[in-house]
């Protein structure tokens, strides 16, 4: 996407340091449109570009990738140049659409109420150790990892989050204990 170099962040913490003025700067403003990169031969959302959400003029560009980057930038992406994925152009035809994503539009046209910066929580299982069956059963649990950007407005939201080195999008609340709220 040119022009597009966005800060990455790989924890809450440094993603509130640059961010968080402009993230409360959305409180109280509508979600008036938004924009995401749609596979024209699919024709299905391409999850591997930004999502861009548009709060009465404000830009904000959010895409995840690997298991917990997020890239967060502030009106740099102009949706009317076409999109050359790594020089495919017409191997792999995308365009900007507007308005594409349902979970999103649940919300346009209303103020947003509440901005929260997700992180998860991964847990596993040892099922099978041929080395040393003794940790057979054992649970590992993970750093907090930073995973998503939720935004509300009264009782409808949405989620951007990381899917595994790309986007996701849901407009149920997570909760449970791997999940947390800031």
């Known amino acids: ?35 995401a990169v749609w596979h024209i ?40 140049q076409i999109i050359d994925w790594y020089g495919m152009n017409n191997e792999f035809p995308l365009e900007w659409r507007k308005n594409s994503l349902n979970e999103i539009n649940r919300l346009r046209g209303m103020s947003i109420k509440e901005v929260n910066i997700l992180e998860y929580q991964m847990e596993t299982v040892v099922i099978e150790n041929r080395i040393d069956p003794s940790q057979e059963g054992r649970q590992f649990k993970s750093d907090w990892m930073l995973n998503g950007l939720e935004f509300m407005s009264g009782i409808h939201r949405f989620v951007l989050f990381n899917a595994l080195d790309t986007n996701g999008i849901e407009s149920e609340s997570r909760v449970g204990d791997d999940i947390r709220r800031t």
């Open 1 to 35: 996407i040119k022009g597009y170099n966005p800060p990455i962040y790989s924890e809450k913490d440094s993603l509130l340091k640059t961010n968080r003025v402009q993230l409360l700067e959305l409180i109280g403003r509508k979600l008036t449109a938004s924009f």
């Open 41 to 80: 031969t699919n024709n299905e959302w391409f999850t591997e570009c930004p999502v861009i959400l548009i709060f009465d003029g404000i830009q904000l560009e959010i895409c995840f990738q690997k298991m917990n980057d997020c890239a967060v930038s502030w009106n740099t992406i102009d949706t009317t």
